[in-house]
T-cell receptor
Framework: GAGVSQTPSNKVTEKGKYVELRCDPI?????LYWYRQSLGQGPEFLIY????????DSGLPNDRFFAVRPEGSVSTLKIQRTERGDSAVYLC???????????FGPGTRLTVL | AQKITQTQPGMFVQEKEAVTLDCTYD???????LFWYKQPSSGEMIFLIY????DQQNATEGRYSLNFQKARKSANLVISASQLGDSAMYFC???????????????WGLGTSLAVNP
């Protein structure tokens, strides 16, 4: 079946702009996760959804970051007033909850100029 | 303090030989899970193997095995019969909290870059 998809694959924006990153999880997966991976680092947790609700948003760095999953499937990560430090690969993963295995998408590479 | 420590930034191995990638972890939660992921240059994270804190046996998945030493808080990944396609970044990660049914964030190490030489 289809894996996790993320769009766009690359996004270049200017400092101060607003961006939206989209994640389509594997069909039927109730859990959805967002991570951020900077160059040379491991992924850093941002937020996870169980169904439509954010079960843990402790990783969101500040109030410029927000994520939604209104119908319990597709999720959108929204970043307001982007800063150069937001440049990273944003990874989305989904899972069923069995052993907490998470299946990752290809990521969106965000570059803030 | 780092929750997941991978002390080897880079490793080399000869094709067809075995290699061990180190991972130590730190948690006070009695229930946790340990994961290894592979990230090729294409960027996608690929799940390799999982070990639960209460699992009696070391996990194995094909050429991958996890050397789980609970008292030492280590969860080293062993890749047997290395192949050229194994060249990638390898990340160790931990879930703190009970098993299936609870979905929790993963805490990641910095990774180890493995190069397999022909």
């Amino acid at each position: 079946g289809a894996g996790v998809s993320q769009t766009p694959s690359n996004k270049v924006t200017e400092k101060g702009k607003y961006v939206e990153l989209r994640c389509d999880p594997i069909s039927g997966h109730t859990a959805l996760y967002w991570y951020r991976q900077s160059l040379g680092q491991g992924p850093e947790f941002l937020i996870y959804f169980q169904g439509t609700g954010a079960a843990d948003d402790s990783g969101l760095p500040n109030d410029r970051f927000f994520a939604v999953r209104p119908e319990g499937s597709v999720s959108t990560l929204k970043i307001q007033r982007t800063e150069r430090g937001d440049s990273a690969v944003y990874l989305c993963a989904s899972g069923t909850g069995v052993n907490n295995e998470q299946f990752f998408g290809p990521g969106t590479r965000l570059t803030v100029l | 303090a780092q929750k997941i420590t991978q002390t080897q930034p880079g490793m080399f191995v000869q094709e067809k030989e075995a290699v061990t990638l180190d991972c130590t972890y730190d948690t006070s939660d009695p229930s946790y899970g340990l994961f290894w992921y592979k990230q090729p240059s294409s960027g996608e994270m690929i799940f390799l193997i999982y070990q639960g804190s209460y699992d009696q046996q070391n996990a194995t998945e094909g050429r991958y095995s996890l050397n789980f030493q609970k008292a030492r808080k280590s969860a080293n990944l062993v890749i047997s019969a290395s192949q050229l396609g194994d060249s990638a970044m390898y990340f160790c990660a931990m879930r703190e909290g009970p098993n299936a049914g609870n979905n929790r964030k993963l805490i990641w190490g910095l990774g180890t870059s493995l190069a397999v030489n022909p």
